[in-house]
């Protein structure tokens, strides 16, 4: 054993500058080794030869060897014996130093550990210890030693010595503070980037990431440790993380075939704070790991968008400006031809524009285009293009009207004229009510004639708004006259429409309802009976009505119609139980206080509302499913009934119809008519009569007109029908006549 350990001691004493760990190795099995030569010495005492033997060879190695060596008294601390290298290392004369104790060189703050473990090691509970700690120079300043102690004594025996082992690594130390403080430096830089940094492990946990990382995307390493973590929050819908997981996979693999570094990419990722933000993001191995780099893109994003809204809007009303506008009538007019939709193009002058600016200022005029801006903006479409062109004319650009020129006429019409209407309305100018006007061009495109280039569709409207100002402005003219005679004939009717409202040109007709064998209601049906042009199809005015939104004053006349007679009715024993069904739009259903208008209808009347039936069309049920629900139980709670209208031609769901609460469905007349000879329109009928048994809903037939036609409906256990076979609609004497006759 001991040629083993003098083999080491001889590596310390000339390789000591390996590392650490080694020298601490060292320095113990030094300490041992002196621990083996005095236990020898005191074995073989008898023999003072051999005594003088092992003396000298303690001494050589004491005195000789190139680590600090000292023997102390483990009561007092007080040195017994130290090499030449200890004192070298402290800085005291030898003899100088045996008049101390090691506390004497001790560094405060380190003492408090060595006493503990030299207590622990004067009780025996441990033969030796190493610590790191610092002496005291003689000259005053601090060294760090690697210290190693073992006891002199065997186990049993009085403690009495042991002998201490010293190792200078100042130096290391020295260069550990160096490492420290270049890591502090180092990650302060990180720390103040402007751009984040996090550094990714090879097993996928986010080890360092710097404040830029988190001020970007606002999340912790708490809440994402990992990079399945950070995945996960920074794209929350599973097929945007795909797409981008699948992305940075693909760019990993070109990297790791070419420099390693991972090419930079644009992600938009989901932020903690909701936002969704634009980042750069690339990557750089560093063996196992990665550092990943993002870079914020919302203030490059944000100033790139400053620079194109300059270019592009126009900076009063934030309306594209002409050059936008001619980017997207290009494009317009490439889908137009792609698709065989027809587009319009819409020029609007302001009437009189100049005479404003003139009177009464500029800041006015701006003002007055700010609100013109606004309006147009609520009355087009969103889909659709306003803009400003300069001064006081701007532009509408409307796409996808149809594929007949008939058809985009009428729709481009339609825009103009709520155009009009709106614009007419006042203005307030800074408190002063200010009246204005505008004149309208309309040109349409297909796209399919090479002569539809950008400017000359802006000169055929430019045209035609002239030619609105010749008839005489606050009206619009289409650049074709056939097509100007149609609008201007929509526009007469639905003006015509207003009056007769106003005027009471509108009656009501009514239509049997028949079960079995008797009269249980009515269809009441709107009739316009024109003073010149005598009645007006409904065919025609309906969706008039509809478009121009006088619909809604029409059907509430209608509800007040109805209640009106219903209670007349009700004064009379042969017609009071029958009820009237009135037909309501989805138009006059969604306005927010439908229901109080019915039941404000019912109550001026004195009306029983178990005697109104309300009719609704499928195509009402596919919006706001939930507030149609709520509309129809308040109303039911009162007693009135509801139909579905027309079923059979729309969306039928049977998800809606368990959860509504009609009373009725009404067969549709294209089915009942083609009943005897259309297998398919046969088991349509057979089909939904026996759905509304199964729901425990009453089925009515439309269009009945032949006796075969109620024969097999009745075969088929529908009861209840409607048609020209049973009755016309017709004026209320006439209904009530033939009440009357069949109750006798």
Same mark, same amino acid.
């Given at each position: 054993?001991?040629?083993?350990?003098?083999?080491?001691?001889?590596?310390g004493?000339?390789?000591?500058?390996?590392g650490?760990?080694?020298?601490?190795?060292?320095?113990?099995?030094?300490?041992?080794?002196?621990?083996?030569?005095w236990?020898q010495?005191?074995q073989?005492?008898?023999?003072?030869?051999?005594?003088?033997?092992?003396?000298?060879?303690?001494?050589?190695?004491?005195?000789?060897?190139?680590?600090?060596i000292?023997?102390?008294?483990?009561?007092? &601390? *007080?040195?017994?014996?130290? =090499?030449?290298? !200890?004192?070298? %290392?402290? /800085?005291?004369?030898? $003899? +100088?130093?045996?008049? @101390?104790?090691?506390?004497?060189?001790?560094?405060?703050?380190?003492?408090?550990q060595?006493?503990?473990?030299?207590?622990?090691l004067?009780?025996?509970?441990?033969?030796?210890?190493?610590?790191?700690?610092?002496?005291?120079?003689?000259?005053?300043?601090?060294?760090?030693?690697?210290?190693?102690?073992?006891?002199?004594?065997?186990?049993?025996?009085?403690?009495?010595?042991?002998?201490?082992?010293?190792?200078?690594?100042?130096?290391?130390?020295?260069?550990?503070?160096?490492?420290?403080?270049?890591?502090?430096?180092?990650?302060?830089?990180?720390?103040?980037?402007?751009?984040?940094?996090?550094?990714?492990?090879a097993? &996928? *946990?986010?080890?360092?990431? =710097?404040?830029? !990382?988190?001020? %970007?995307? /606002?999340y912790?390493? $708490? +809440?994402?440790?990992? @990079?399945?973590?950070?995945w996960?929050?920074?794209?929350?819908?599973?097929?945007?993380?795909?797409?981008?997981?699948?992305?940075?996979?693909?760019?990993?693999?070109?990297?790791?075939?070419?420099?390693?570094?991972?090419?930079?990419?644009?992600?938009?990722?989901?932020?903690?704070?909701g936002?969704?933000?634009?980042?750069?993001v690339?990557?750089?191995?560093?063996?196992?790991?990665?550092?990943?780099?993002?870079?914020?893109?919302?203030?490059r994003?944000?100033?790139?968008?400053?620079?194109?809204?300059?270019?592009?809007?126009?900076?009063?009303?934030?309306?594209?400006?002409?050059r936008?506008?001619?980017?997207?009538?290009q494009?317009?007019?490439?889908?137009?031809?792609?698709?065989?939709?027809?587009?319009?193009?819409?020029?609007?002058?302001?009437?009189?524009?100049k005479?404003?600016?003139?009177?009464?200022?500029?800041?006015?005029?701006d003002?007055?285009?700010?609100?013109?801006?606004?309006?147009?903006?609520?009355?087009?479409?969103g889909?659709?293009?306003?803009?400003?062109?300069?001064?006081?004319?701007?532009?509408?650009?409307?796409?996808?009207?149809?594929?007949?020129?008939?058809?985009?006429?009428?729709?481009?019409?339609?825009?103009?004229?709520k155009?009009?209407?709106?614009?007419?309305?006042?203005?307030?100018?800074?408190?002063?009510?200010?009246?204005s006007?505008?004149?309208?061009?309309?040109?349409?495109?297909?796209?399919?004639?090479?002569?539809?280039?950008?400017?000359?569709?802006?000169?055929?409207?430019?045209?035609?708004?002239?030619?609105?100002?010749?008839?005489?402005?606050?009206?619009l003219?289409?650049y074709?006259?056939?097509?100007?005679?149609?609008?201007?004939?929509?526009?007469?009717?639905?003006?015509?429409m207003?009056?007769?409202?106003?005027?009471?040109?509108?009656?009501?007709?009514?239509?049997?309802?028949?079960?079995r064998?008797?009269?249980v209601g009515a269809?009441?049906?709107?009739?316009?009976?024109?003073?010149?042009d005598?009645?007006?199809?409904?065919?025609?005015?309906?969706?008039?009505?509809?478009?121009?939104g006088?619909?809604?004053?029409?059907?509430t006349?209608?509800?007040?119609?109805?209640?009106?007679?219903?209670?007349?009715?009700?004064?009379?024993?042969?017609?009071?139980?029958?009820?009237?069904a009135?037909?309501?739009?989805?138009?006059?259903?969604?306005?927010?206080?439908?229901?109080?208008?019915?039941?404000?209808?019912?109550?001026?009347?004195?009306?029983?509302?178990?005697?109104?039936?309300?009719?609704?069309?499928?195509?009402?049920?596919?919006?706001?499913?939930?507030?149609?629900?709520?509309?129809?139980?308040?109303?039911?709670?009162?007693?009135?009934?509801?139909?579905?209208?027309?079923?059979?031609?729309?969306?039928?769901?049977?998800a809606?119809l368990?959860?509504?609460?009609?009373?009725?469905?009404?067969?549709?007349?294209?089915?009942?008519?083609?009943?005897l000879?259309?297998?398919?329109?046969?088991?349509?009928?057979?089909?939904?009569?026996?759905?509304?048994?199964?729901?425990?809903?009453?089925?009515?037939?439309?269009?009945?007109?032949?006796?075969?036609?109620?024969?097999?409906?009745?075969?088929?256990?529908?009861?209840?029908w409607?048609?020209?076979?049973?009755?016309?609609?017709?004026?209320?004497?006439?209904?009530e006549?033939?009440?009357?006759?069949?109750a006798?």
């Open positions: 054993m001991l040629p083993g350990l003098l083999v080491a001691l001889a590596g004493a000339f390789g000591y500058s390996l650490s760990g080694f020298v601490a190795g060292l320095s113990l099995a030094l300490a041992l080794l002196i621990v083996l030569l236990r010495h005191l073989v005492r008898e023999s003072e030869a051999a005594l003088r033997t092992t003396e000298r060879r303690f001494l050589r190695l004491f005195d000789h060897a190139a680590v600090g000292s023997l102390s008294e483990t009561h007092t &601390g *007080r040195f017994e014996r130290v =090499n030449q290298r !200890f004192c070298d %290392i402290v /800085g005291y004369p030898m $003899q +100088e130093l045996l008049q @101390l104790d090691f506390t004497h060189i001790s560094h405060p703050d380190d003492l408090v060595d006493l503990a473990q030299m207590r622990r004067h009780a025996g509970e441990i033969s030796e210890y190493r610590l790191e700690k610092r002496y005291f120079h003689k000259d005053g300043r601090q060294i760090w030693v690697d210290l190693s102690v073992a006891a002199l004594w065997e186990h049993g025996a009085t403690p009495d010595y042991h002998v201490a082992v010293v190792q200078d690594i100042t130096q290391r130390k020295q260069m550990e503070q160096a490492l420290r403080e270049n890591e502090s430096r180092l990650r302060m830089v990180l720390q103040r980037l402007p751009v984040g940094v996090c550094l990714l492990e097993d &996928g *946990r986010l080890s360092y990431r =710097n404040e830029e !990382f988190v001020r %970007i995307s /606002g912790t390493e $708490q +809440e994402v440790p990992t @990079l399945a973590a950070w996960e929050h920074a794209y929350p819908d599973l097929g945007l993380r795909a797409h981008y997981q699948e992305l940075w996979a693909e760019l990993s693999h070109t990297a790791m075939l070419s420099d390693g570094t991972i090419p930079a990419a644009e992600y938009l990722i989901h932020c903690k704070d936002r969704q933000r634009p980042v750069e690339t990557g750089v191995p560093l063996g196992e790991r990665m550092v990943v780099s993002m870079r914020d893109l919302s203030e994003k944000a100033a790139a968008e400053e620079i194109h809204n300059l270019a592009f809007y126009d900076l009063l009303t934030q309306l594209p400006n002409r936008l506008l001619r980017d997207r009538l494009q317009a007019l490439v889908t137009a031809s792609r698709h065989g939709a027809l587009g319009a193009l819409l020029l609007l002058d302001i009437d009189d524009f005479t404003l600016n003139e009177t009464q200022g500029h800041e006015k005029g003002a007055l285009l700010r609100q013109v801006a606004q309006r147009l903006r609520e009355v087009v479409p889909d659709d293009t306003v803009a400003r062109l300069g001064g006081d004319e701007f532009a509408v650009l409307l796409a996808d009207l149809g594929d007949t020129a008939h058809e985009a006429a009428l729709r481009s019409g339609a825009v103009g004229e155009i009009l209407a709106a614009l007419r309305q006042p203005f307030d100018l800074d408190g002063e009510v200010h009246h006007s505008i004149s309208m061009g309309v040109t349409l495109f297909s796209g399919q004639d090479a002569a539809e280039t950008v400017n000359e569709l802006l000169k055929r409207a430019d045209l035609a708004m002239y030619q609105a100002k010749a008839a005489g402005r606050d009206t003219c289409f074709e006259p056939a097509m100007q005679a149609s609008v201007t004939a929509r526009a007469a009717l639905e003006a015509d207003r009056t007769a409202l106003a005027q009471g040109q509108f009656v009501l007709y009514y239509q049997p309802q028949w079960e064998e008797r009269i269809e009441a049906l709107l009739r316009w009976l024109h003073p010149h005598g009645f007006v199809s409904p065919a025609q005015f309906i969706p008039l009505a509809e478009q121009s006088l619909i809604v004053p029409l059907g006349w209608v509800l007040q119609q109805a209640c009106a007679q219903l209670a007349l009715w009700a004064q009379e024993p042969a017609l009071a139980q029958l009820t009237l009135v037909n309501v739009s989805p138009r006059q259903f969604r306005q927010s206080d439908f229901v109080a208008q019915v039941l404000a209808a019912l109550a001026s009347h004195g009306t029983d509302p178990r005697r109104l039936k309300l009719e609704l069309t499928e195509g009402l049920l596919l919006e706001d499913t939930e507030a149609t629900i709520a509309k129809m139980g308040e109303l039911k709670r009162y007693g009135v009934g509801f139909a579905l209208d027309d079923f059979g031609t729309g969306y039928s769901s049977l809606y368990k959860r509504l609460p009609f009373d009725q469905l009404k067969i549709d007349q294209s089915f009942v008519r083609d009943v000879t259309d297998p398919n329109d046969a088991a349509i009928a057979r089909t939904i009569v026996a759905l509304g048994a199964s729901l425990g809903l009453s089925v009515m037939a439309e269009g009945v007109e032949t006796e075969a036609q109620r024969a097999f409906l009745e075969r088929h256990q529908c009861h209840s409607q048609g020209y076979l049973l009755g016309r609609p017709m004026p209320e004497q006439d209904f006549h033939t009440v009357r006759a069949q006798h």
